[in-house]
């Protein structure tokens, strides 16, 4: 009946109408569609049901390996930060200039107490905290 009722509306060029009776089917499907949808599963009881569509399918298995791999991926950039940050940087320490190497170690336990090796513009290898150094801006 509502096929009829579009097509009608149409033929007449009432396409506002016809736009308005698809936008309302769409809705009313929308809806009904949210309210026999299932919950989420409880935590410490998910199922191979990634989706939550009612089965577990290639959809879920690829939604399993996506996940998957998103995490080593941002657990692997995290630790690659925060191993790294400094290295390769051009810093100032008391008004000279070198490039950061390697990270040795801490001299504390708060940020900032990283401890580096710093060619220096020189030649001369010192050892500085990222406390002691600016990055250089030039």
Do not use: C, W
Not at 19 to 24: A, D, G, L, R, S
Not at 52 to 80: H, I
Not at 81 to 94: C, Q, S, Y
């Amino acid at each position: 009946m509502m096929s009829k009722i579009i097509i009608n509306s149409i033929i007449d060029e009432k396409f506002a109408d016809a736009k308005q009776v698809i936008e309302n089917a769409l809705y009313e499907k929308l809806m009904n569609t949210l309210d026999e949808k299932r919950g989420l599963d409880p935590v410490g009881k998910e199922d191979d049901d990634i989706d939550n569509d009612g089965d577990s399918d290639e959809t879920d298995s690829y939604l399993k390996n996506r996940r998957k791999v998103v995490t080593k991926a941002v657990n692997k950039e995290e630790v690659d930060l925060d191993e790294d940050h400094m290295t390769g940087k051009t810093v100032l320490i008391a008004g000279k200039k070198g490039v950061v190497g390697k990270e040795i170690g801490k001299d504390g336990d708060t940020e900032g107490d990283e401890k580096y090796e710093v060619k220096m513009e020189d030649g001369s290898v010192i050892q500085a905290t990222a406390r002691e150094m600016e990055i250089f801006q030039g």
